[in-house]
Nanobody, 113 residues
Framework: VQLVESGGGLVQAGGSLRLSCAAS????????MAWYRQAPGEERQFLAG??????TKYEDSVKGRFTISRDLANTVYLQMNSLKPEDTGVYYC?????????WGQGTQVTVSF
């Protein structure tokens, strides 16, 4: 399973971006689809997850600003609003399929002051 992310880029503080992550080819519907962020010099951090039943979970710092969603084609999205410079990093998506984690290659998000 290969995951391909898109939507990253450079944005000013207060702006918005929408990330997408899709699997190449046909896959079994993931149990969990999630987004993580890795800032320079830091460990990869969980941001948001959505389960097959629609339940969502967010890390505290992004609650109210980020929204995770998924569609029937097994694409997961991360709508990011009110972006802050500390949101800068490489964003990764992860699918959990039959207890196996699959990761995307990452997409850079840079938020300027």
């Amino acid at each position: 399973v290969q995951l391909v992310e898109s939507g990253g880029g450079l944005v000013q503080a207060g702006g918005s971006l929408r990330l997408s992550c899709a699997a190449s080819g046909t896959i079994i519907s993931p149990v969990v689809m999630a987004w993580y962020r890795q800032a320079p010099g830091e460990e990869r951090q969980f941001l948001a997850g959505i389960y097959s039943n629609g339940f969502t979970k967010y890390e505290d710092s992004v609650k109210g600003r980020f929204t995770i969603s998924r569609d029937l084609a097994n694409t997961v999205y991360l709508q990011m609003n009110s972006l802050k410079p500390e949101d800068t990093g490489v964003y990764y998506c992860k699918f959990v399929i039959r207890s196996v984690d699959y990761w995307g290659q990452g997409t850079q998000v840079t938020v300027s002051f």
